[in-house]
Nanobody, 120 residues
Framework: QVQLVESGGGLVQPGGSLRLSCAAS????????MGWYRQAPGKQRELVAS???????NYADSVKGRFTISRDNAKKTVYLQMNSLKPEDTAVYYC??????????????WGQGTQVTVSS
């Protein structure tokens, strides 16, 4: 079983910054892809950013140049640095990890979600 614990959300003014963290624990063979998704009220969950085990990154067009995803494999943690935040970034942010099990299968795990609110 894998547990994910997110932290770092909160209320910030437009133009401000936040850093989200998602730490994994449990018994697994590897962490492959890591990513952040968000879901605003009345909208579908969307991919914000992802990072592979080879450190290739992918960003939604709406956050390019403002958000940076990174990972620390030793700490089993993925981060999302969010700068120049806008009101439209307001959403619940979820981390997603693709974990390799000892059975050679890959499994999807989700964090509990953390609220990010951008408002003056």
């Amino acid at each position: 079983q894998v547990q994910l614990v997110e932290s770092g959300g909160g209320l910030v003014q437009p133009g401000g910054s936040l850093r989200l963290s998602c730490a994994a624990s449990g018994n697994f063979f590897s962490i492959n892809g890591m990513g952040w998704y968000r879901q605003a009220p009345g909208k579908q969950r969307e991919l914000v950013a992802s990072i592979t085990s080879g450190l290739s990154t992918n960003y939604a067009d709406s956050v390019k140049g403002r958000f940076t995803i990174s990972r620390d494999n030793a700490k089993k943690t993925v981060y999302l640095q969010m700068n120049s935040l806008k009101p439209e970034d307001t959403a619940v942010y979820y981390c997603n990890l693709k974990v390799g099990g000892w059975d050679s299968y890959e499994y999807d795990y989700w964090g509990q979600g953390t609220q990010v609110t951008v408002s003056s």
